[in-house]
């Protein structure tokens, strides 16, 4: 095997390629240190992760229906600091119930599964690199990510029960258990949230040094996919953003148990210096949440269209400025916050300028269907259904973006479903989109299309149903976070609205179990993947399955970028990154 | 017969075209006078501006989202795989892309210095002098308000005075809010401007009106004190907390009269009377 380039770990890990016949069942799939297995690894906890938190917004969806209503069935199992006697959600409980399920689904489904999933398992395949650069941190940091996902939910047992101040978990309310009654859980959530960040910085360095060092000879950064793209400017994210809810999180924690006063009203503590450390981090944690997404579906149209890409380079510009403004965009988060008038409109400037790579993506995904040769794959279908639910993610934040709407619109359901068609509509069909994508290269086998079609219909209608009205229920001023909105006048002639959300709510949630079945039946049963099903062009389709320890049995050598598909005077219509291109052929420069 | 992929495309179209029909109801919808479907009816001054501003964001995001929709799904369907067809091989058009760079910067910087614009006007503007100031204090789970009294001045208030027996923090050497009154209902004349000095005891609380289109966090540790708006409209509203502040939250709102200028002033005056306790004792229980 030939060095890629010369690089300490790299040979390391040719090294421990050469044991591999040796490794005994608990290196091999325990502690293993093949990024291929920590990304699977990645998968299924992280896929176990998306129902608890899907379970919890069942919860908070069936409070907001039926404020009152006894849970049917399971209610009288439910511990006491969240259902009554009777087994009704309590307030307090409720606020525990959505506190919980943003946690979970934000730090234990939606960055695991873009950049612990993808992340690993993509960025050595599409570089054509062997393994990560220090494949001990790696399995470290899925370890590290599974102890926090214990920790956040071990609250669950203690007798007071989950966090209840909300993922943003603003002081003063966080910091005194006076004030929030749950002193052991919002201290397991900042101690989770350590150790979740802990995993992220660690993933974060190594996917960076990774990318850097380790491509393949002819890999120039421009040659490079788009979600290996996406994925080195979400770890620059990662790695400048995290550091500072870790420290926010240590902060908390001494407030609330040793006594300290940062984020206090009194003993000169400033209840407003944690939102600021909070969204300095949140909000690039919302690109964090997107970017890879757009990587891995720029990739999948491309394909799917038998297109290359359109603007490689300008979806690059458009994603690295999408990183560098993320970091001056926090404070729109807080327009109404109490904080300075004249900065509220400086953030307001700011964060109208951010939308504009944000449109400019859109403009390029529509460019690159334009035109195409458009195979309808259910992977594709989500990749596509991602670009529109995307675009009513993107023009409904135009709205909290002026400041005046933000006066009316701030902490109502507006914001609710913004987030939603975002993060869901966008992250989680991007996600669902690439497993359907990648899963052949994961797992050898092929899903079904005919139970993905049937998946994706049902999460695309019920998506809709669920998030789309919540804008209604916004402009009617309905608040985030209250467990019942019969207590208030304007609200009470909504309740219908409420009630046929949450019954699509439960829908989506069914929706899910075709996924389930198709993914594991599949895993076993599926028909077998032949190396490069969707004929695609990038490095990753170039290996066999089971990909061995070290992935390449010689190192590729990169032509050209990766999206060559539908060369003129070819035969095929995709030219492999690893094949230059025949004489005859002459390539358009991106 | 269709192909499977032809099928598969159609299936989607008419998914996207379901979707759209559905919003379109919804949009329908928003024209009725019941307020199922959109916003509570405006009932102060700067919310009037501020509904122009919603409108205009509306009508502009509206027509950003049918255009792009439709030329997307035009290309779904035109550019599905077919037989013999072969995709355009074109790596991108730089023109273009300067296009729809301009052309979005250009409408968000617009955008922005409108808004801007009227973030000034409603929030920062100059009280006209005859605004009536109005003190509110939150609480873990409710409001309490003070009046001015007979001396229409609040006088001096400092958060580190708020306590049990001075829960607005009121300065006691300040004479003029010796005469304050307290109650538990925010009472409102019509057509006059109201400033809010905003407290709070323990955490994070909010003052939000939808049909005055405001909300303003409450920090505990600060006086906020350049929330202002004008009631338009008579009638109740209610003054809801949307900052969650703990089990109780749900629940934490106050009544908000808004009555004419005389109904207004014999309120004040028999308040001002019966006013026997100063205000800053425990948060007022009645009317």
Request: aromatic share 16%.
């Amino acid at each position: 095997m030939s060095q890629t380039i010369a690089h300490p770990e790299a040979s390391e890990v040719e090294s421990s390629h050469g044991h591999h016949a040796e490794l005994s069942f608990f290196r091999k799939y325990i502690w293993s240190e093949d990024h291929k297995t920590i990304a699977i690894q990645y998968l299924f906890t992280s896929l176990f992760f998306l129902l608890v938190g899907g379970l919890l917004a069942m919860g908070v969806r069936y409070q907001l229906a039926f404020p009152g209503v006894p849970v049917p069935i399971i209610g009288s199992f439910l511990p006491s600091w969240l259902v009554t006697s009777a087994g009704a959600i309590q307030p307090g409980g409720y606020n525990a119930l959505f506190t919980m399920h943003a946690t979970v689904m934000v730090f234990l489904v939606i960055m695991p599964l873009l950049i612990g999933v993808f992340g690993n398992f993509l960025i050595p395949l599409k570089i054509g690199a062997p393994d990560m650069a220090f494949p001990f941190f790696n399995a470290l940091s899925y370890w590290l990510f599974l102890l926090s996902g214990i920790i956040l939910l071990s609250s669950f047992f203690a007798p007071t029960g989950f966090p209840a101040s909300g993922w943003t978990s603003y002081a003063p309310l966080s910091s005194h258990a006076q004030y929030n009654g749950t002193q052991i859980g919002q201290s397991c959530w900042c101690v989770g949230l350590f150790v979740n960040g802990l995993a992220s910085i660690a993933g974060a360095a190594n996917y960076i040094t990774t990318v850097i060092n380790m491509r393949a000879p002819g890999m120039k950064m421009f040659r490079l996919p788009l979600p290996i793209w996406a994925l080195l400017i979400t770890a620059f994210l990662l790695l400048l953003a995290v550091p500072v809810l870790s420290a926010a999180a240590a902060m908390l924690f001494c407030d609330l148990n040793f006594g300290t006063s940062f984020f206090s009203s009194s003993n000169y503590g400033q209840p407003l210096l944690w939102q600021h450390l909070f969204w300095f981090f949140g909000h690039p944690e919302v690109y964090i949440m997107i970017v890879p997404a757009m990587g891995l579906v720029s990739e999948i149209i491309s394909v799917n269209s038998r297109k290359p890409i359109f603007g490689y380079k300008a979806m690059v510009f458009a994603m690295v400025a999408i990183g560098v403004l993320g970091f001056i965009v926090w404070g729109h988060h807080m327009f109404v916050s109490g904080m300075n008038l004249l900065l509220s409109a400086t953030f307001s400037f700011s964060t109208m300028v951010i939308a504009v790579p944000s449109a400019i993506k859109t403009f390029n995904w529509m460019g690159t269907v334009w035109g195409g040769s458009i195979k309808y794959t259910t992977a594709m279908c989500f990749a596509l259904a991602f670009v529109s639910m995307f675009v009513i993610g993107g023009l409904s934040g135009i709205y909290m973006a002026a400041t005046p709407v933000d006066l009316f619109i701030h902490h109502t359901y507006f914001i609710v479903a913004h987030i939603h068609y975002v993060l869901f509509g966008g992250s989680l069909f991007g996600v669902f989109g690439a497993i359907y994508f990648w899963f052949p290269k994961m797992f050898g086998r092929m899903m079904n299309e005919t139970w993905g079609k049937i998946h994706f219909a049902l999460a695309f209608i019920f998506f809709n149903c669920t998030f789309f009205p919540m804008h209604n229920l916004g402009l009617n001023g309905m608040m985030r976070r209250i467990a019942d909105p019969t207590q208030y006048e304007h609200l009470r002639s909504q309740q219908p609205v409420n009630i046929f959300i949450t019954l699509s709510a439960f829908a989506l949630g069914l929706s899910t179990i075709p996924f389930l079945i198709n993914f594991f039946y599949s895993m076993f049963k599926g028909p077998k993947a032949p190396i490069n099903p969707w004929k695609s062009t990038t490095l990753e389709w170039t290996v066999p399955w089971p990909t061995p320890h070290g992935n390449f049995e010689t190192t590729p050598t990169v032509y050209h970028g990766p999206y060559e598909y539908s060369v003129p005077g070819m035969e095929e219509d995709y030219l492999p990154q690893n094949q230059p291109a025949p004489d005859t052929v002459r390539l358009a420069a991106h | 017969m269709l192909k499977q992929s032809s099928r598969t495309s159609l299936a989607f179209l008419a998914m996207v075209v379901l979707l759209l029909i559905a919003s379109g109801v919804c949009g329908r919808a928003a024209v009725r006078t019941s307020d199922l479907w959109w916003m509570p009816e405006v009932a102060s001054k700067g919310g009037v501006l501020i509904d122009k501003l919603t409108y205009f964001i509306y009508y502009l995001t509206g027509a950003v989202f049918v255009l792009t929709q439709v030329v997307y799904i035009y290309f779904l369907v035109k550019y599905r795989s077919r037989k013999g067809a072969k995709a355009t091989y074109s790596h991108g058009n730089n023109r273009l892309e300067l296009l729809w760079t301009g052309i979005p910067t250009a409408i968000f910087i617009g955008l922005w210095g409108y808004s801007n614009h009227l973030w000034w006007d409603v929030l920062h503007a100059p009280t006209p002098p005859d605004t009536m100031e109005v003190g509110v204090l939150a609480y873990q789970f409710g409001f309490s308000f003070q009046y001015p009294g007979a001396d229409g001045k609040l006088g001096q208030s400092d958060v580190k005075l708020i306590g049990n027996d001075n829960i607005f923090g009121n300065d006691p050497n300040d004479p003029a809010t010796k005469d304050n009154f307290q109650s538990s209902v925010l009472e409102l004349p019509i057509n006059k401007p109201v400033r809010v000095r905003l407290n709070s005891r323990d955490v994070i609380h909010a003052f939000y009106v939808p049909q005055f289109r405001v909300y303003q966090d409450i920090v505990p540790g600060r006086t906020i004190d350049w929330v202002w708006f004008t009631p338009t409209r008579l009638g109740s509203y209610q003054l809801a907390c949307n900052q969650l502040c703990g089990s109780g939250h749900y629940n934490m709102k106050a009544q908000i009269e808004v009555v004419t200028q005389e109904d207004f002033d014999k309120w004040y005056k028999e308040k001002a009377a019966a006013a026997v306790i100063p205000a800053g004792n425990a948060p007022a229980q009645s009317k």
